[in-house]
């Protein structure tokens, strides 16, 4: 799912997960942006700097233009929402651009 699930609440984006989880065929492929806990890093390069204010704009964006419920998630949110799914374990892969690949396996 290519920025499908920012779209939603927490509520609705778990039920989506279910639902796919359900499929029970295989892994499933979420691409979205991954708000950083940058505090917890000690050193931060400048791309990623940049690119982490381009995450927190498109959060920003979904607030007031697309949706009411919608919202980017950082890790722990991306966390509480594949383990309320039923997702047995994720992995979280960066593409060297705004979004990650989260990989969810049943």
């Known amino acids: 799912m290519l920025w499908v699930l920012h779209d939603w609440g927490d509520e ?3 039920k989506i997960s279910k639902n796919c989880k359900e499929a029970n ?3 499933v492929f979420i691409v979205e942006s991954i708000i950083r ?6 050193m931060v390069e400048e791309r990623d700097k940049k690119l982490e204010y381009v995450r927190l704009m498109l959060d920003i964006a979904m607030m007031m233009a697309h949706t009411t ?4 998630r950082t890790l722990k ?3 509480f929402v594949l383990n309320e799914a039923g997702f047995a374990r994720y992995e979280v892969r960066d593409i060297d651009d705004v979004h990650c ?6």
């Open 12 to 14: 609705d984006c778990i």
């Open 25 to 27: 065929i295989g892994k």
């Open 37 to 42: 806990d940058t505090k917890k890093t000690m």
């Open 69 to 72: 419920t919608g919202k980017e």
């Open 77 to 79: 949110e991306w966390d």
């Open 101 to 106: 690949v989260i990989i969810a396996y049943p």
